[in-house]
């Protein structure tokens, strides 16, 4: 009886052990995602920037034309 008490315990630690490594992989995947996505947004908001100076750029020379 207390041996299988023991085993039991054993599998409950085992099985908790494994839900903190899930909720661990899950945090890191997480946040991997939001790193790309913060990298992503800056980029697109660099590129709209860029495209914004060249249609204003653009529009001046079409105004002196």
């Not at 009886?1 to 899930?22: D, H, I, T, W, Y």
Request: include cysteine; charged fraction near 20%; aromatic fraction near 8%.
């Amino acid at each position: 009886m207390v041996q299988r008490k023991l085993a039991f315990g054993k599998q409950l630690r085992n099985a908790q052990n494994l839900e903190n490594l899930s909720v661990l992989s899950y945090v890191m995947v997480n946040c991997q995602c939001k790193k790309t996505l913060i990298s992503e947004r800056k980029s697109w908001v660099q590129m709209s920037i860029q495209s914004g100076a060249a249609v204003s750029e653009s529009s001046q020379k079409f105004k002196s034309f």
